[in-house]
């Protein structure tokens, strides 16, 4: 997944630091009205074997991960990480 991403980012991802990751078809905001009928969210989940899996629940795979790293940061700074702004 990691290649993918990388590949992603520097092949569609604009340059300026500021740049959305993900952008809908023609660059704006992805929105959860539009995401899922975008990324054929249902479809893909099922194949992938987890029908029932939300996009919310990415954010906290993401976190676990994170907090696993070699040199993590304290908890707090996870928690930093994890909160909205």
Known sequence: MIP????HLDEITDSDPKAMIFTGKR?????RANFRRATKWTETATKLGVPS????DLRHT???FAGRQ???RPN???QD???RP
């Open 81 to 83: 990480q994890q909160s």
């Open 53 to 56: 899996l939300h996009f919310h």
């Open 70 to 72: 070699p040199g993590d």
């Open 76 to 78: 707090h700074g996870l």
């Open 4 to 7: 993918a991403l990388r590949r």
């Open 27 to 31: 660059g704006g905001v992805l929105r």
């Open 62 to 64: 993401g976190n676990t």
